[in-house]
């Protein structure tokens, strides 16, 4: 089944104010990182002759994504993602400040260089969930798809013309002053932000807790089967993928045996291969599953990989980066996309910091296993291994199949208003127990079971514990399924997240209940008898006073 055609133009985002103003400062700070990723990366060729040294070059940028991602992702959930972006920014420009100062002076060591490209990571995993969860907050979620693939449109133009220019920089002046001139380019991005204003919707619940909303980030993803199918897909395009970014100062030194203008050269190739791939992406989605366009961008980068593994002509090794420049961001963009219109708001950020450590950690692992291997072996030897290795992913998408890229409305319900209690709570209540009591035909209970199976599953995502589901001896028709809450406030929480996606859950269960009246509900706290409060001394119906509504939905 294809995803259905998606009108909008692939530059229909640009025509927001705030988004076209990010994007534009966003390239140029990009451009910035590409020029400072060429310094790198040819400043460790010339003091360090180990090929494992180069390709940790681009596993120290890759790996704090895949540390801090989903601490990042939690914060970007709870706190102002505009203050993340913020402070993330202004700690990527003081860092590439001191690392074009220690360049400089002649300071700079292997391991030094792989600690200023480390901190630069960190800086960027912080920004990223932010940056890419704000997207939803400054368009309709219709025009996301677009916004991800110019998001990648213009990293790739910076990876075009970035390189070239940063190898010219560098053969000009040298890696000091590449450096120096990516921590100018953080200045735009950081005045663009101070002037966004952005309308924060009233917050209504207290803010979750570090821990209680990263426990919630992980749980929604794993209970999310689309989402979860996303993630291996993408580790495993990312382990395979790193092999070209990897070792492409090792393709332009020693396989094209060239100098700094010819790795900027092939890093151009790549990215314009890469720009191709975001414009034509909207197209090709119009007509193809998400599952057949990331299959043939496996196979398209198989074939990107071996070409410049068994070429030693410039022009014929820059097809072949141009191929695998198209293919890489044609499935990471898919992956994105599918990971955002997948997840709600409430959990966006977090939903897409894990999607990111699994990817960039994929990537980490894989710049580290082909720089392993073509120091052991050979650099054309792990090209043509990791190409082998894009084609395993495509047919790994027999098994587990991408979802379409469909629009589903995970727009809160909000038909759920917290009920009157006759015992008092507070937010911190707790635990809380609820039981809903059915009455179920006997030649309903299949469609019961099933309808429940897929309840199950929402609750346990939306933060249920102990989940059951319990059938009355006495009376085979009575049916009560039972959770538990560690507070009250998290009993709020729970409701509050069910989406307008999930609104048929409850109506199917409804219409099978044969019952007088609605389902009945009840509320009650989990109490041990030896901890009672010692001011005072309640009566026995106090105690096991259940908190029942009968009219409203759990």
């Not at 291969?273 to 909207?282: E, L, P, Q």
């Not at 990791?386 to 047919?395: D, E, S």
Request: aromatic share 6%; net charge positive.
């Amino acid at each position: 089944m294809t995803d259905p055609p998606r009108p909008q133009s692939s530059l229909s985002p640009l025509r927001h104010p705030v988004f076209r103003a990010v994007w534009f400062a966003s390239m140029v700070s990009n451009f910035g990182g590409m020029i400072q990723s060429v310094g790198a990366s040819w400043m460790m060729t010339s003091i360090s002759h180990s090929a494992e040294m180069v390709a940790l070059v681009q596993a120290s940028v890759t790996l704090p994504i895949m540390l801090l991602a989903l601490v990042a992702g939690a914060l970007a959930d709870t706190f102002d993602r505009r203050g993340m972006m913020l402070a993330a920014q202004s700690f990527m420009l003081l860092v590439s400040a001191a690392l074009a100062a220690c360049a400089w002076f002649g300071l700079i060591t292997p391991w030094l260089l792989l600690l200023f490209t480390f901190l630069i990571g960190c800086g960027t995993a912080l920004n990223s969930p932010a940056w890419q969860a704000s997207v939803g907050d400054m368009m309709p979620r219709s025009d996301l798809p677009g916004a991800v693939a110019l998001n990648s449109m213009g990293f790739n133009i910076a990876r075009s013309l970035g390189p070239a220019l940063g190898g010219a920089i560098v053969a000009a002046a040298g890696a000091a002053a590449a450096f120096a001139i990516n921590a100018l380019t953080y200045v735009g991005l950081l005045v663009v932000l101070l002037r966004w204003k952005p309308q924060r919707p009233p917050r209504t619940l207290p803010r979750e807790t570090l821990g209680s909303a990263i426990a919630a980030g992980l749980r929604y993803v794993n209970m999310s089967p689309p989402i979860k199918t996303v993630l291996v897909r993408s580790v495993l395009f990312g382990i395979a993928a790193s092999s070209v970014p990897a070792l492409m100062p090792l393709i332009a030194r020693d396989v094209v045996a060239g100098g700094p203008l010819t790795y900027g050269l092939l890093l151009g190739s790549f990215g314009g291969g890469a720009v191709a791939g975001a414009i034509g992406s909207a197209r090709l989605r119009a007509l193809v599953s998400s599952e057949r366009l990331v299959r043939l961008a496996c196979v398209c980068f198989a074939l990107g990989a071996g070409t410049a593994a068994l070429s030693q002509v410039l022009l014929l090794t820059m097809a072949g980066l141009l191929l695998a420049g198209g293919a890489w961001v044609m499935a990471l963009s898919t992956f994105n996309v599918t990971v955002q219109l997948r997840s709600p708001r409430w959990v966006v950020a977090r939903a897409l910091s894990i999607y990111q450590m699994c990817a960039f950690g994929g990537m980490a692992i894989g710049s580290w296993v082909w720089g392993r291997a073509a120091e052991t072996s050979s650099i054309e030897a792990a090209l043509l291994v990791a190409g082998g290795l894009q084609l395993v992913c495509a047919l790994v998408g027999l098994k587990l199949r991408l979802p379409p890229v469909t629009e589903i409305d995970l727009d809160p319900l909000r038909e759920w208003t917290a009920p009157q209690t006759a015992v008092p709570v507070e937010p911190r209540t707790g635990p809380v127990v609820v039981t809903i009591e059915y009455r179920i035909r006997q030649r309903d209970v299949p469609r019961f079971l099933a309808a429940m199976a897929e309840r199950r599953r929402v609750r346990r995502r939306d933060g249920a514990l102990h989940w059951t589901l319990l059938r009355d001896l006495s009376d085979r028709n009575i049916w009560i399924e039972r959770y538990h809450t560690p507070t009250w406030l998290d009993y709020i929480r729970h409701n509050n997240r069910l989406t307008k996606d999930d609104a048929g859950i409850p109506e199917s269960l409804r219409a099978l209940h044969c019952g007088e009246g609605p389902p009945v509900v009840r509320r009650m706290i989990e109490r041990e008898p030896t901890r009672l409060p010692a001011s005072r001394t309640p009566g026995a119906r106090e105690i096991a006073e259940p908190l029942t509504d009968p009219t409203r939905s759990a």
